[in-house]
């Protein structure tokens, strides 16, 4: 497996938190649950120009079908994917609130959602960026088109301050409930506050320390073979290990102890289903 990453120069690395490539031999075809991170991604299906996205149904697994070049929004639950579309794979993980200087709709209009690139720049764009990135020549040369692409869309619109501030905060102590003293530290009200971080970020700030929480804990987990989840609750902040169970399960699908019982390369990659 070829995995490659960069953080992009100025302007964007304040926006952008990585550029990305992977690349895969041909797997067993099988389902995987790709757990919320928080962060919005576009994604470059370069194998096949195809997004398939599954979904429990009564009888097995409905399939939805979109372009090859997605914008997923911030996701408050986990996704199903299968492997086949994974073997020769380009993206870019935004920082919170990154998508709006690139793409100027608020971030909540993506929530829970893959919208096609196309949709959002135009058909002429989607294609060009897909064309030029078939047409690089070696992995680094695929981050620079992916690097001059962002570039040419850039226009600087920065993050309100309140915003801004809110998640600097959240980030110094994740697992640390800091909303309300966010609150009292800007000068916006709570509902406008709330409103404005919901725009440039996708989801409210509850919902956002929620995920935060939880990628905390699911790193932790990802770490080790022998974990003590009581420990690791209360260290990520939960009231207990029921509250700590429940969250688990609500955003990954899973109890702690099931993802841990699954191997995984990705701390937010699970298998789950292996086709016969």
């Given at each position: 497996?070829?995995?490659?990453?960069?953080r992009?120069?100025?302007?964007?690395?304040?926006?952008?938190?990585?550029i990305?490539?992977?690349?895969?031999?041909?797997?067993?075809?099988?389902?995987?649950?790709?757990?919320?991170?928080?962060?919005?991604?576009?994604?470059?299906?370069?194998?096949?120009d195809?997004?398939?996205m599954?979904?429990?149904?009564?009888?097995?697994?409905?399939?939805?079908?979109?372009?090859?070049?997605?914008?997923?929004?911030?996701?408050?639950?986990?996704?199903?994917?299968?492997?086949?579309?994974?073997?020769?794979?380009?993206?870019?993980?935004?920082?919170?609130?990154?998508?709006?200087?690139?793409?100027?709709?608020?971030?909540?209009?993506?929530?829970?959602?893959?919208?096609?690139?196309?949709?959002?720049?135009?058909?002429?764009?989607?294609?060009r960026?897909?064309?030029?990135?078939l047409?690089?020549?070696?992995?680094?040369?695929?981050?620079?088109?992916?690097?001059?692409?962002?570039?040419?869309?850039?226009?600087?619109?920065?993050?309100h301050?309140?915003?801004?501030?809110?998640?600097?905060?959240?980030?110094?102590?994740?697992?640390?409930?800091r909303?309300?003293?966010?609150?009292?530290?800007?000068?916006?009200?709570?509902?406008r506050?709330i409103?404005?971080?919901?725009?440039?970020?996708?989801?409210?700030?509850?919902?956002?320390?929620?995920?935060?929480?939880?990628?905390?804990?699911?790193?932790?987990?990802?770490?080790?073979?022998?974990?003590?989840w009581?420990q690791?609750?209360?260290?990520?902040?939960?009231?207990?290990?029921?509250?700590f169970?429940?969250?688990?399960?609500?955003?990954?699908?899973?109890?702690?102890?099931?993802?841990?019982?699954?191997?995984?390369?990705?701390?937010?990659?699970?298998t789950?289903?292996?086709?016969?």
């Amino acid at each position: 497996m070829l995995y490659l990453q960069r953080r992009p120069a100025p302007p964007l690395h304040a926006h952008v938190e990585c550029i990305w490539l992977c690349r895969n031999q041909p797997r067993p075809l099988a389902l995987e649950r790709v757990l919320p991170t928080g962060a919005a991604q576009l994604i470059v299906n370069l194998s096949e120009d195809e997004t398939r996205m599954y979904a429990q149904a009564t009888d097995g697994f409905s399939c939805r079908v979109s372009s090859g070049t997605v914008l997923t929004g911030v996701s408050t639950r986990f996704q199903i994917i299968d492997t086949a579309e994974q073997q020769f794979v380009a993206g870019i993980v935004f920082r919170p609130g990154g998508t709006l200087p690139l793409i100027g709709s608020p971030a909540s209009e993506f929530t829970d959602a893959d919208i096609d690139l196309e949709n959002l720049c135009g058909r002429a764009c989607s294609w060009r960026l897909r064309e030029l990135l078939l047409a690089a020549t070696d992995p680094e040369t695929t981050l620079d088109v992916l690097e001059r692409w962002l570039t040419a869309l850039f226009r600087d619109r920065p993050r309100h301050p309140a915003v801004a501030f809110a998640l600097a905060e959240f980030h110094t102590q994740p697992f640390v409930a800091r909303i309300d003293a966010v609150k009292q530290a800007i000068s916006l009200s709570p509902k406008r506050f709330i409103e404005r971080f919901k725009t440039e970020v996708g989801v409210t700030p509850k919902r956002y320390c929620r995920l935060l929480r939880f990628q905390r804990a699911v790193a932790a987990a990802h770490a080790t073979q022998l974990v003590d989840w009581t420990q690791l609750a209360l260290d990520c902040g939960y009231f207990d290990q029921a509250h700590f169970i429940h969250e688990f399960r609500e955003f990954s699908g899973l109890t702690p102890s099931a993802y841990q019982s699954v191997p995984r390369l990705f701390q937010n990659h699970v298998t789950f289903l292996q086709a016969s």
